[in-house]
Nanobody
Framework: QVQLVESGGGWVQTGSSLKLSCVLS????????MAWFRQAPGNEREFVAA????????YYEDGLKDRFTISGDNAKNTVYLQMNSLKPEDTAVYYC??????????????????WGQGTQVTVSS
């Protein structure tokens, strides 16, 4: 049974940094593309970033690449999202998701096979 558990969220001020973690259990990162999504109240879940373990390519939503970095540690079965220069509009629940052996890394939430429970990030002005 694959499970994803996120951590690292919190309440921070504008301009601060946070690093989110997502631990995958019951499987190996080598078989997945791992992604981060976020969902603010009243909004749809949106793609943030992805890392395809097969070729180690990374993908970012436009406008976030200069502040967010996705990375991973295969030995720890963990994926990270480093978020810098945080803004109030980054406030959302951040979710980790896994896509089994992708041919193409997609940005559509419903295509992902496994999800974590989410971690809240709140950025105050």
């Amino acid at each position: 049974q694959v499970q994803l558990v996120e951590s690292g969220g919190g309440w921070v001020q504008t301009g601060s940094s946070l690093k989110l973690s997502c631990v995958l259990s019951g499987g190996s990162l080598a078989n997945y593309a791992m992604a981060w999504f976020r969902q603010a109240p009243g909004n749809e879940r949106e793609f943030v970033a992805a890392l395809n373990w097969g070729d180690m390519n990374t993908y970012y939503e436009d406008g976030l690449k200069d502040r967010f970095t996705i990375s991973g540690d295969n030995a720890k079965n963990t994926v990270y999202l480093q978020m810098n220069s945080l803004k109030p509009e980054d406030t959302a629940v951040y979710y980790c998701a896994a896509l089994w052996r992708p041919i193409v890394v997609v940005r559509t939430p419903h295509r992902y096979h496994y999800w974590g429970q989410g971690t809240q990030v709140t950025v105050s002005s």
